[in-house]
């Protein structure tokens, strides 16, 4: 139980274009969904927060106008990258949590991750 | 805020050694403790978690124990094997919200 998919595993996308990443939750309702950025060998980045039917919060330094987040139903959150430059280039995770699971207030369930190359 | 500092990679052992890797974490009140593993081109999977001051957290032959006077909550496995080749996380969840803090991350080659 508590399996998280993302979708794509991996995308390449012309510089300038949009990409959409998606995060579903299989086999549990997720209220609470998160995407961090992980740069090669380094640590994950929370980028933002978000819960089902609500506005995502966002962490310092992290421009909500270009990683747009949606989370419109209970097992799905989307994350759309705007206008994608090479430096938006790294390995997105999502993770999520929700009501009746296993395990404390802090246990996320991940994704598998996207990674994302811009040209 | 919240902190966590990891020994600092990459590990490279061989089968049948002795691992140890060290996290300490700043915090305010009582934090929950967690180590995650990362195998290549994949997410986070939980692997252990200590929830107050002297839990140990145990699975797969990895233990980790909640030490508050040292604020530590150091990964230990007494016999490695290749399969434990990945990168290993040390997370905090602090007392406010859920959200989670993680070190940097130390890989782990384990040689046959």
């Known amino acids: 139980g508590a399996v998280v998919s993302q979708h794509p595993s991996w995308v390449i996308c012309k510089s300038g274009t949009s990409v959409k990443i998606e995060c579903r939750s299989l086999?549990?309702?997720?209220?609470?969904m998160f995407w961090y950025r992980q740069f090669p060998k380094q640590s994950l980045m929370l980028m933002a927060t978000?819960?089902?039917?609500?506005?995502?919060?966002?962490e310092q330094g992290v421009e909500k106008d270009k990683f747009l987040i949606n989370h419109a139903s209970l097992t799905l959150s989307t994350l759309t990258v705007t206008s994608a430059h090479p430096e938006d280039s790294s390995f997105y995770i999502c993770?999520?949590?929700?009501?009746?699971?296993?395990?404390?207030?802090?246990?996320?369930?991940f994704g598998p991750g996207t990674r994302l190359t811009v040209l | 805020g919240d902190s966590v500092t990891q020994m600092e990679g990459p590990v490279t052992l061989s089968e049948e050694a002795f691992l140890t890797i060290n996290c300490t974490y700043t915090?305010?009140?009582?934090?929950?403790l967690f180590w995650y593993v990362q195998y290549p081109g994949e997410g986070l999977q939980l692997l252990l978690k200590?929830?107050?001051?002297?839990d140990k957290g145990s699975n797969k032959g990895f233990e980790a124990t909640y030490r508050k006077e040292t604020t530590s909550f150091h990964l230990e496995k007494g016999s490695v094997q290749v399969s434990d080749s990945a990168v290993y996380f040390c997370?905090?969840?602090?007392?406010?919200?859920?959200?989670?803090?993680f070190g940097e991350g130390t890989q782990l080659t384990v040689n046959p």
């Open positions: 993770s999520a949590r929700g009501p009746g699971l296993a395990g404390g207030p802090h246990e996320q369930f």
């Open positions: 086999d549990f309702q997720a209220t609470t």
């Open positions: 978000s819960n089902e039917g609500s506005k995502a919060t966002y």
């Open positions: 915090a305010t009140g009582y934090p929950s």
């Open positions: 200590a929830t107050k001051a002297d």
């Open positions: 997370a905090l969840g602090g007392t406010s919200g859920s959200r989670l803090t």
